[in-house]
């Protein structure tokens, strides 16, 4: 069976970025399970998987841009720290929710500098050119009511 909209793919990926660093990677757990043709993984990735099927290995480049996007420098803020009350020891590498007008964003402080905080609200792997290696391990179909609910069901998927 080939891997088409409506189905189910499970798949083991080691992702690493340019320099060849292992930025995330499904070793030691079980595959990966998504519903092909409802945006469930990268745009870059999806497209690469479509007609594979079980047993195929495949080595992928995605650019940012069928990744996880640019980097948007508009979304790179300096806030003052008494935004932050009540966080001891702010430092790099912190994650916040913060609200914008689109909702509720992930932000990361980048940098604090006295009473300037720097956040930047960017996916942590945006503007990188994403390599995956990745192995095909299931195929099937997707049942009608993952196909309503664009996601997998059962292991690995939604559970509710
Ligand atoms: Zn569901």
Do not use: W
């Not at 043709?37 to 099927?53: C, D, F, H, M, Q």
């Not at 007008?101 to 009473?115: F, I, L, W």
């Amino acid at each position: 069976m080939q891997i088409a909209d409506r189905c189910v793919a499970y798949f083991h990926y080691t992702l690493t970025n340019d320099a060849g660093d292992v930025l995330d990677s499904s070793e030691g757990r079980d595959a990966l399970p998504y519903l092909h043709g409802k945006g469930n993984i990268v745009p870059g990735l999806e497209k690469a998987l479509l007609g594979k099927s079980v047993g195929d290995k495949l080595n992928v480049t995605v650019a940012a841009e069928e990744g996880y996007g640019a980097h948007n420098p508009q979304l790179v803020q300096q806030v003052p720290r008494a935004a932050f009350q009540g966080v001891d020891n702010l430092e790099p590498g912190m994650q916040f929710q913060a609200e914008s007008n689109m909702g509720p964003v992930s932000v990361v402080v980048t940098a604090v500098s006295g009473d300037t905080v720097t956040v930047d609200g960017n996916h942590p792997l945006a503007g990188e050119t994403l390599h995956f290696a990745v192995e095909i391990t299931q195929v099937r179909e997707a049942s009608v009511e993952e196909v309503l609910h664009g996601h997998v069901h059962g292991a690995g998927g939604h559970h509710h």
